[in-house]
């Protein structure tokens, strides 16, 4: 069994935006060597480049539109995020919803530029759904439970274990992350014990008053 993973989505808190976003990667960058786990970072695209200049963390885009170069004002065309320094991508979220063909679309773009690919999904039925496109990892977050400060891990177990029974049965090489209220090493524990690889989180670290501390706490019990 490979190690759990952290993928910190910076979303558009003022906490984890521009300047701040670096000093946040930064953190990241002292914790994921200390810890030998491995953390990556979804800024906004405007922060991609400057982290990754000035930082050796893995940095995912948190969106990628499914377009060709050409004229799609607006957009977010993978070929420029590549350039800017992305590894990986975060497909589709609650916060930002997309069609399972675009996502389809997507995941294909990915892969062709063979770059990672972490589709969130709001629930077991659509992880199912998404994992026979197979993704590197599908993420499962219940989104009532975003940003509350409440596991998903704890209040929901059965979400995470269900989630890993039915999309291993679909693509055993697709990795399950979980996420939604997830901020401290018991709620990582729980995850892990319930089969997720990982997890991907945002409120939890990046409001913490030392998001440092908060990712060594949150994998100390791994
Ligand atoms: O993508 C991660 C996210 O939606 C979970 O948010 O703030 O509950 O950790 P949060």
């Not at 979303?11 to 030998?36: D, F, I, R, W």
């Not at 885009?61 to 170069?69: E, F, G, K, W």
């Not at 992880?127 to 499962?140: E, I, M, Q, R």
Request: charged content about 20%; hydrophobic content about 40%.
């Amino acid at each position: 069994n490979s190690k759990p993973i952290v993928i910190l989505n910076y979303k558009t808190y003022l906490e984890s935006s521009g300047l701040n976003a670096l000093k946040l990667s930064q953190a990241l960058e002292s914790a994921a060597e200390e810890s030998g786990i491995e953390m990556i970072g979804a800024p906004q695209a405007a922060d991609l480049y400057r982290i990754h200049q000035e930082t050796s963390i893995p940095i995912f885009a948190q969106n990628i539109d499914p377009i060709s170069p050409g004229g799609h004002t607006g957009h977010d065309l993978i070929d420029t995020l590549i350039e800017a320094g992305v590894s990986g991508s975060l497909i589709n979220h609650s916060e930002k919803r997309m069609k399972l063909a675009d996502i389809d679309e997507v995941v294909k773009l990915t892969k062709e530029n063979n770059i990672l690919s972490c589709v969130c999904t709001n629930n077991i039925e659509t992880s199912k759904a998404v994992a026979t496109l197979s993704p590197d990892y599908v993420a499962v977050e219940p989104p009532e439970l975003i940003g509350t400060g409440i596991p998903v891990s704890q209040a929901q177990p059965e979400v995470v274990e269900d989630t890993v029974k039915g999309v291993k049965e679909i693509d055993s090489s697709i990795k399950v992350l979980c996420g939604a209220g997830i901020s401290n090493g018991d709620d990582m524990k729980a995850a892990i014990d319930l089969g997720a690889e990982g997890v991907l989180l945002a409120s939890g670290i990046i409001k913490a008053e030392n998001p440092k501390d908060a990712l060594l706490e949150l994998v100390s019990k791994l």
